[in-house]
Nanobody, 114 residues
Framework: QVHLVESGGGLVQAGGSLRLSCAAS????????MGWYRQAPGKQREFVAT???????TYADSVKGRFTISRDNAKNTVYLQMNSLKPEDTAVYYC????????WGQGTQVTVSS
């Protein structure tokens, strides 16, 4: 059984920063890739960023240059550094890990005030 536990969400003013973490635990041989998605109220869940075990990254256009994804393979942990946050970044952020089937975290709320 695999569990993903997210942390680091909260309330921040526009222009501020937050760092999200997601740790995977359980019977894990490899995770590829790991990533972040988000869902704003009344909208569908959307892709934010993903990173392979080799460190290759992909970002949504809306976060390029502001968000940075990274991972610690030894700790089965993925991070999302979010800078220059905007009110439109407000959403519940979900961690996803393909092990190889997709597993999701419970979500962490990020609220950016204007």
């Amino acid at each position: 059984q695999v569990h993903l536990v997210e942390s680091g969400g909260g309330l921040v003013q526009a222009g501020g920063s937050l760092r999200l973490s997601c740790a995977a635990s359980g019977t894990i041989f490899s995770i590829n890739p790991m990533g972040w998605y988000r869902q704003a109220p009344g909208k569908q869940r959307e892709f934010v960023a993903t990173i392979t075990s080799g460190g290759s990254t992909t970002y949504a256009d809306s976060v390029k240059g502001r968000f940075t994804i990274s991972r610690d393979n030894a700790k089965n942990t993925v991070y999302l550094q979010m800078n220059s946050l905007k009110p439109e970044d407000t959403a519940v952020y979900y961690c996803r890990a393909d092990i190889p089937s997709p597993y999701w975290g419970q979500g962490t709320q990020v609220t950016v005030s204007s």
